[in-house]
């Protein structure tokens, strides 16, 4: 028996990845057993065990060892094991996000979907397009992506200007729901089809009045209409832009801010 090659985390966390695992199912469970014993004498708290699934077959032995399933992907499995009674695990991820858009024209013409599917006993209603943000996705490029490929038009991000934040969306999981204000470069519709029942423009008085309209819509798009909101901002020796996104009101930088506050 030997000890599991391994990294560690700032956390008290020690680390088994896929590729340093040996591929034998009793030389895998005795290993770890023996590995367990020796990082039971450490200060180390947990120990995350990744599995790819072409490694399924040592799942067994490691639940067997007191592992648990702390999250999962299409392709991995990560378990979870304590070594100190108390240990705290993180949560895994808690929420989805989302993101619609307020597209506004030169004609005072708000872009609106229909979708094609909606839940059981729920109204069909016109919405704002947008959908999900993908994995690694920012909301600003998300939001105009989203609303290209369901409606085919092409736009630029303006700012953030609400967001709902709900529980028991799917899976018991939450989901925050954002609304950026875009303006339209381009006017000409192209729906999606394959999620997309009715696509157009429509006056914004119009939409503001309208019964087939939900007041959630109506609200949102009100409260977009309404300055400050919230732009994309880069912060100085934060982090690589490619990591992360700040919405700011424009006032932020207002160096009269204290004075006026007070």
């Known amino acids: 028996m030997s000890i599991l090659k391994s990294t560690t985390d700032p956390f008290g966390g020690i680390i088994l990845e896929p590729n340093n695992l040996p591929t034998d199912l009793k030389v895998f469970a005795n290993d770890l057993k023996e590995s367990i014993h020796r990082w039971q004498a450490t200060d180390s708290k947990l ?8 490694q399924s077959n040592l799942i067994h032995p490691a639940v ?7 999250h999962t992907s299409e392709q991995s499995l990560m378990l979870v094991y304590r070594l100190k009674s108390k240990a705290f695990i993180p949560p895994f991820a808690s929420h989805y996000i989302g ?3 307020v597209a506004i024209n030169s004609k005072n013409e708000i872009l609106v979907v229909r979708e094609k599917y909606v839940r059981k006993g729920q109204i069909n209603q016109l919405k704002l397009p947008g ?9 600003v490029d998300g939001v105009i992506r989203e609303v290209l490929e369901e409606t085919g038009v092409k736009t630029e991000f303006v700012s953030i200007s609400s967001f709902r934040h709900i529980h028991e969306y799917r899976y018991q999981k939450s ?7 875009l ?13 997309i029942e009715e696509c157009k423009w429509m006056p914004l008085q119009e939409y503001l009045n309208s019964s087939e309209i939900s007041d959630f819509n109506k609200i949102v798009v ?11 901002k880069l912060i100085h020796e934060y982090r690589s832009p490619d990591l992360y996104e700040f919405f700011l009101p424009d006032s932020v930088e207002d160096s009269n801010l204290v004075d006026r506050y007070f």
């Open 183 to 195: 303006k339209p470069l381009s006017n000409k519709i192209t729906p999606q089809t394959e999620e």
């Open 175 to 181: 989901d925050i729901y954002f609304v950026a204000l």
């Open 99 to 101: 993101i619609g858009g």
């Open 222 to 232: 009100k409260s977009t209409l309404v300055k400050p909101n919230f732009k994309s």
């Open 64 to 70: 067997n060892l007191g592992f648990n399933f702390h």
């Open 47 to 54: 120990v995350w065990l990744k599995l790819m699934i072409s």
């Open 131 to 139: 959908g999900a943000i993908n994995a690694d996705e920012h909301l």
